[in-house]
């Protein structure tokens, strides 16, 4: 019986490593170990900070809730708290939008979450 080998599936996997290693300086471009190792890698940071992008962008939007709260003698919390019990239900990256774009309308919106404390 003659001896089976996988070599199409072989030279395909490693291909498919080799073409995201494009690019990548020396031997991580060019030697398959290598390559696997940071392709591998660059995947793993990629799906994590998919992930960590989320994060990343409701710290800001808090951030900048804050400081536009803060202009108008409120904390964050209280600012949430009296949105919250005044039935405003406007999410946090769009109340950051307002607070950059139209700070009038977010001055209303502090006046209405101020009287609901």
């Not at 994060?55 to 949430?80: P, T």
């Amino acid at each position: 019986m003659p001896r089976a080998d996988n070599s199409v599936a072989r030279l395909k996997r490693k291909k498919k490593i080799m073409r995201a290693a494009k690019g990548f300086r020396g031997g991580r471009s060019k030697l398959y170990k290598s390559a696997k190792e940071t392709v591998e890698r660059g995947w793993h940071y990629a799906y994590t900070h998919r992930k960590r992008k989320k994060r990343d962008f409701r710290r800001l939007w808090i951030v900048r809730i804050n400081a536009a709260a803060r202009e108008h003698e409120v904390s964050y919390s209280r600012l949430m708290c009296g949105l919250k019990n005044a039935g405003v239900e406007i999410n946090r990256k769009m109340l950051a939008d307002l607070a950059v774009r139209d700070s009038e309308a977010f001055g209303e919106l502090a006046e209405l979450a101020k009287q609901n404390l």
